[in-house]
């Protein structure tokens, strides 16, 4: 029972970080919304996603991203609508994460999907 407890809480917290992409919401925000330390909260994010906290945010936003720049959007609107104040450290993440620069990725559609991103 204290298990699915804990589970609906990780799911609660995974709906508002989605909500909270554009800013940098931390674990020990998260933590005190769900009225738990934060080393519990972290064990449990982890035993419930398989990720740490900071890994599914980071896929999050960089999930996010692709949908923007997909859409058209210049890439430094693209950092900051997924919560990066610096265009240089957003892509040095995207091409850390897609195996791609935000650029590359962009092209890589455009061009007919030849180069498949990595997940």
């Known amino acids: 029972m204290r298990a699915r407890r804990g589970e609906a809480v990780i ?3 995974l709906e508002y970080l989605k909500s909270c992409l554009a800013r940098n919401v931390t ?3 998260c933590a005190s919304q769900a009225h ?3 080393s519990y909260y972290s ?3 982890k035993r419930v996603t398989g ?3 900071t890994q599914y945010l980071t896929g999050e936003k960089m999930n996010r991203a692709k949908q923007l720049i997909l859409s058209g959007k210049p890439v ?3 950092a900051a609508e997924v919560g990066y104040e610096e265009r240089r450290y957003f892509s040095e993440t995207f091409k850390r994460v897609t195996g791609m620069t935000p650029s590359e990725f962009r092209d890589s ?3 007919g999907g030849d180069r498949t991103p990595r997940p």
């Open 11 to 13: 799911y609660k917290s």
């Open 27 to 29: 674990v020990s925000e």
């Open 51 to 53: 990720l740490t906290f």
């Open 109 to 111: 559609y455009a061009a």
């Open 36 to 38: 738990l330390s934060v």
């Open 76 to 78: 430094q609107d693209v």
């Open 43 to 45: 064990s449990l994010f």
